[in-house]
């Protein structure tokens, strides 16, 4: 299993925003999430990927905790995330961007992944201008360059398709399938039901805070 | 130990990278340093005659207050672009994205501190350069950028950041700030500190303390 998510529950203050969340995501699971804006897709997601705990519950992420060092640098090699804002350094190019990140994640080759990370979601030509430049879109594109740069095991994704054209929700949902031929894993959260059927094998919907499957 | 020192460089040249871009930090604490050196010394009747001990506290009341405005708008620019949070899910220990923030602000505040040292002695026609002021900034910076560091990370989630951040910092380095007003004194008098040995050993022990304690905590909260 490469995610175990046992009664995950969250509140902010009196708002019970997840309830008995369980969820397992094993290799070559594409988990499309759908819901309400307010239902807590985004902050499941969070606790998925370590950015915030849990009331109460339990998580397992490759067989260790995720909240604890050093086994969560285990995990968070092995993960990709891309969350509704782009978490890239506006000041710096794409590529500086790219190649700073890569270097966190410990990419050997790092300069060559960029290259490819970048041809492949057709950015290339943007390697060398600053991030607050570009339109959103784009930025948009960067930033899932580097949730892809270290070829995630389990890639969670928040709304991915948001903002951006057809012919780059195109490129994202290759993506994701050609990710899923690999048996690699991905969550991720969408309103766009095209997006979802066609990157997702299975569908679930937060609702009053629990995950129903679809 | 080779890998945590690379992986401390690379945070570390990156904010480097980021300031020369942006030039927000190192402007913002020398612009506003020099601003109080300047309003002090246009309103007194002799700067060259202005005491030590009134020197050296508005030398180092300059560094603090302009060091604290320039740490709260480094932090927010952070927590706005959630830049903090990449790096959190990044395979780095917490820890070294502690030290490594440590590093940037002492670079920064050293880069700083040349500038208003030059304007200081043009200014004031003194020369504070000795071997007290020597040893005093990078002890004050390693402390004043491991404290500013540590509040300015929690004070980024509160919407007055920049006053909250002040609040947190100065009345916890006061013992760092006697320290170098000191120094800096008897490097203005040009005379030795009778109390040298003792200040010396208040400035290490406050950042080894401070050092020790805050990394801990700042795991601690983050983890949290």
Not at chain 2, 97 to 118: D, G, N, Q, R
Not at chain 2, 162 to 177: A, F, M
Request: proline share 3%; charged share 20%.
């Amino acid at each position: 299993m490469l995610l175990s998510a046992k009664k995950i529950n969250k509140s902010y203050q009196d708002n019970n925003v997840l309830q008995d969340v369980s969820l397992d995501i094993k290799s070559g699971d594409s988990i499309c999430i759908s819901g309400e804006n307010g239902s807590g897709k985004s902050t499941l997601l969070k606790i998925f990927c370590g950015l915030l705990r849990p009331n109460i519950g339990t998580l397992s992420v490759f067989g260790r905790d995720p909240y604890k060092q050093p086994e969560n640098l285990f995990i968070k090699q092995r993960m990709g995330v891309l969350m509704h804002s782009n978490m890239l350094y506006p000041q710096l190019t794409v590529k500086e961007n790219l190649l700073f990140f890569s270097k966190l994640l410990g990419i050997i080759n790092y300069r060559p992944r960029v290259c490819e990370v970048t041809d492949e979601l057709n950015i290339s030509k943007f390697l060398n201008i600053e991030i607050y430049k570009l339109s959103n879109g784009n930025r948009r594109k960067a930033s899932f360059a580097k949730s892809l740069l270290n070829d995630p095991e389990i890639l969670i994704t928040d709304e991915p398709e948001a903002n951006i054209d057809n012919d780059t929700i195109e490129i994202f949902a290759n993506i994701f399938t050609q990710r899923l031929k690999r048996s690699k894993a991905n969550i991720f959260t969408s309103h766009n039901e095209k997006f979802s059927e066609k990157c997702s094998n299975r569908r679930m919907k937060l609702e009053n805070g629990r995950l129903l499957e679809l | 130990m080779k890998n945590w020192i690379k992986i401390l460089l690379t945070i570390s040249s990156k904010d480097l990278i980021v300031e020369l871009k942006s030039k927000e930090t190192i402007v913002t604490i020398t612009l506003f340093s020099l601003l109080v050196v300047s309003i002090f010394a246009v309103t007194s009747s002799n700067p060259s005659n202005l005491s030590a001990e009134i020197g050296a506290g508005i030398m180092w009341a300059a560094v603090v207050f302009s060091g604290s405005i320039a740490m709260s708008k480094l932090f927010s620019h952070e927590e706005k672009n959630e830049t903090l949070n990449a790096i959190l899910l990044m395979p780095v220990p917490i820890e070294l994205i502690f030290f490594s923030k440590i590093l940037s602000l002492f670079l920064f505040l050293t880069i700083s501190e040349c500038f208003i040292i030059a304007v200081f002695s043009i200014l004031f026609n003194s020369n504070p350069l000795s071997i007290y002021i020597l040893t005093a900034i990078p002890i004050f910076n390693l402390g004043f950028s491991c404290v500013g560091t540590f509040f300015g990370i929690i004070s980024s989630k509160s919407r007055s950041n920049e006053i909250l951040l002040t609040l947190l910092l100065v009345p916890i380095i006061i013992p760092l700030i006697m320290f170098a007003t000191e120094l800096t004194k008897a490097g203005l008098l040009g005379i030795s500190s009778q109390n040298f040995n003792l200040w010396l050993s208040l400035g290490i022990l406050f950042d080894i303390i401070f050092l020790v304690v805050l990394t801990f905590l700042f795991g601690k909260i983050i983890e949290q």
